[in-house]
T-cell receptor, first 117, second 114 residues
Framework: GAVVSQHPSWVICKSGTSVKIECRSL??????MFWYRQFPKKSLMLMAT?????????EQGVEKDKFLINHASLTLSTLTVTSAHPEDSSFYIC?????????????FGDGTRLSIL | GNSVTQMEGPVTLSEEAFLTINCTYT??????LFWYVQYPGEGLQLLLK?????DKGSNKGFEATYRKETTSFHLEKGSVQVSDSAVYFC?????????????FGKGTMLLVSP
């Protein structure tokens, strides 16, 4: 149980295009979803936290106009990298948790490798 | 602020060797502590956790003990397998935040050869 699916797993696109990454909770309702960015040989950096039906809360230094997050339903959140450039190339990972209790764990997706040419 | 420090990798071992990956943390109060594992090309999976001092988390032969006095949460396994090759992340979550806020270490790559 508690499966989180990300799509696509790998995307390559030209500089200047926008890319959308989907994060779905397959067998539970995700009241909160998280988006992380992972640089090579580095740890995960939290980008933003989103609750269903409300605006995402972005971490300091993350451009909200660059990384658009939508959490329109209890099973789907999307991250759109707008006008992507080579420096946006990275591994993006989402996680989701269910329930309102503070001790509900985060369940992670398999990540999306984004390469901007 | 909160931070997690892990030993640098890669850690290279032969199959059936003993594994230790060191992790120390800085936080106020009593955070919850976690080990996550990331297999190549995949996301993170929770390996084990401990929520209070002296707790021992264990799973799949791995274990780690929450040591408040040394602010450590070292990961150990008595006999590693090739299938254990992965990147291991130590993480903490502040008191009373549950798992909402995770601070990760940089990760330690483990390579196990037959």
């Amino acid at each position: 149980g508690a499966v989180v699916s990300q799509h696509p797993s790998w995307v390559i696109c030209k500089s200047g295009t926008s890319v959308k990454i989907e994060c779905r909770s397959l067998d539970f309702q995700a009241t909160t979803m998280f988006w992380y960015r992972q640089f090579p040989k580095k740890s995960l950096m939290l980008m933003a936290t989103s609750n269903e039906g409300s605006k995402a809360t972005y971490e300091q230094g993350v451009e909200k106009d660059k990384f658009l997050i939508n959490h329109a339903s209890l099973t789907l959140s999307t991250l759109t990298v707008t006008s992507a450039h080579p420096e946006d190339s990275s591994f993006y990972i989402c996680s989701a948790r269910y329930g309102q209790g503070v001790n509900q764990p985060q369940h992670f997706g398999d990540g999306t490798r984004l390469s901007i040419l | 602020g909160n931070s997690v420090t892990q030993m640098e990798g890669p850690v290279t071992l032969s199959e059936e060797a003993f594994l230790t990956i060191n992790c120390t943390y800085t936080a106020t109060g009593y955070p919850s502590l976690f080990w996550y594992v990331q297999y190549p090309g995949e996301g993170l999976q929770l390996l084990l956790k401990a929520t209070k001092a002296d707790d021992k988390g264990s799973n799949k032969g791995f274990e780690a003990t929450y040591r408040k006095e040394t602010t450590s949460f070292h990961l150990e396994k008595g006999s590693v397998q090739v299938s254990d090759s992965a990147v291991y992340f130590c993480a903490l979550s502040p008191p009373d935040s549950g798992y909402s806020t995770l601070t990760f270490g940089k990760g330690t790559m483990l390579l196990v050869s037959p």
